[in-house]
């Protein structure tokens, strides 16, 4: 079975500082990725997707990731943090055999220093 | 367009008590998902459904129930509610079935059974 693996549970960084969140994952094939956002209160919003293609995608809000095939990676980016930016983020993986159903990682909550 | 929109937000159950959420999505998204998301668990498939009158277990589907009688509607039940219940449900819709699959999300329901 597919797993997503995002090793790093809490990252705290300083507004305007540079941003990389690391996700993993398991699975023989190429998978579809993405990167979704959970801001307190609300619920999960698609920042990017990585289907085939150029490996460096480009999502909402100014964020970025990088699918490395060799690393099985696909850590998401972001060159100068903003406040707003704090909340919870989650890398899933979706499969063609898998009826649609996406597997979430277990999240890595955001926290902005002023 | 209000997208995924879930009924009630929050609500507290006694141990044995019964309640349905209700899920409602106005994209016209064949496919339905229920997840549950607990502090470092990430988001956990309950139960999904391909289209009206179809549902399917995912993959924590013990205590819970779903039906799909309208397209735009998912409804979850809980029939004899349990303290390890307590969880944030989100519900989420999409377009396609493949892994190449975006999911929006609704807000969520708070539920707490004491």
């Known amino acids: 079975a597919q797993s997503v693996t995002q090793p790093d549970i809490h990252i705290t960084v300083s507004e305007g500082a540079s941003l990389e969140l690391r996700c993993n994952y398991s699975?023989?094939?190429?998978?579809?990725l993405f990167w979704y956002v959970q801001s307190p209160g609300q619920g999960l919003q698609l920042l990017l997707k990585?289907?085939?293609?150029?490996?460096l995608v480009q999502g909402i809000k100014g964020f970025e990731a990088e699918f490395k095939r060799s690393q099985s990676s696909f850590n998401l980016r972001k060159p100068s943090v903003h406040w707003s930016d704090a909340a919870e983020y989650f890398c899933?993986?979706?499969?063609?055999?898998?009826?649609?159903?996406?597997?979430f990682g277990d999240g890595t909550t955001l926290t902005v220093k002023p | 367009n209000a997208g995924v929109t879930q009924t009630p937000k929050f609500r507290v159950l006694k141990t044995g008590q019964s309640m349905t959420l209700l899920c409602a999505q106005d994209?016209?998204?064949?496919?339905m998902y229920w997840y549950r998301q607990d502090p470092g668990m990430g988001l956990r498939l309950i139960h999904y459904?391909?289209?009206?009158?179809?549902?399917a277990k995912g993959e924590v589907p013990d205590g819970y129930n779903v039906s799909r009688l309208k397209k735009q509607n998912f409804l979850l039940g809980l029939e004899s509610a349990a303290p390890s219940q307590t969880s944030v449900y989100f519900c989420?819709?999409?377009?396609?079935?493949?892994?190449?699959?975006?999911?929006?999300f609704g807000a969520g329901s708070r539920l707490t059974v004491l």
């Open positions: 459904s391909v289209g009206e009158g179809t549902t």
């Open positions: 989420a819709s999409s377009l396609r079935l493949s892994g190449a699959n975006v999911l929006t």
């Open positions: 699975y023989g094939a190429t998978p579809y």
């Open positions: 899933a993986v979706g499969l063609n055999t898998n009826a649609g159903k996406s597997t």
């Open positions: 990585y289907f085939s293609g150029d490996t």
């Open positions: 994209m016209n998204h064949e496919y």
